[in-house]
């Protein structure tokens, strides 16, 4: 299975991005998802994460009332709408799928055991 995240960019603060992560290979839509960040010189850090159906989100204090994960069954695709974007939100995101786990909402990078590749999004002030 591959995992291929897109969407990311260059905005200025305040603006939004749509980030979406593609599966092929084999269907994520009924295992737990999740968005994860890395800016330069920190350490990866969670930001969002959904469960099979849809129905369960959770999100990192920091990103709450502008960040909003969803998914697409019939597209095999999970997304990420993130609006009222800081310069504290530039890092490259990382989609990432926790097979076996249905409905866990963790927030361990350890747990996902596949990975996109990263799209890098860009906020400036």
């Known amino acids: 299975v591959q995992l291929q995240a897109s969407g990311g960019g260059l905005v200025q603060a305040g603006g939004s991005l749509r980030l979406s992560c593609a599966a092929s290979?084999?269907?994520?839509?009924?295992?737990?998802t999740g968005w994860f960040r890395q800016a330069p010189g920190k350490e990866r850090e969670f930001v969002a994460t959904?469960?099979?159906?849809?129905?369960?989100?959770s999100y990192r204090d920091s990103v709450k009332g502008r960040f909003t994960i969803s998914r697409d069954h019939a597209k095999n695709t999970v997304y990420m709408q993130m609006n009222s974007l800081k310069p504290e939100d530039t890092a490259v995101y990382y989609c990432?799928?926790?097979?076996?786990?249905?409905?866990?909402?963790?927030?361990?990078?350890?747990?996902?055991?596949?990975w996109g590749q990263g799209t890098q999004v860009t906020v400036s002030s």
């Open positions: 959904i469960n099979w159906s849809g129905d369960r989100t």
């Open positions: 990432a799928a926790n097979y076996g786990n249905y409905d866990v909402l963790t927030q361990r990078a350890s747990d996902y055991n596949y």
């Open positions: 290979g084999r269907s994520f839509s009924q295992y737990v």
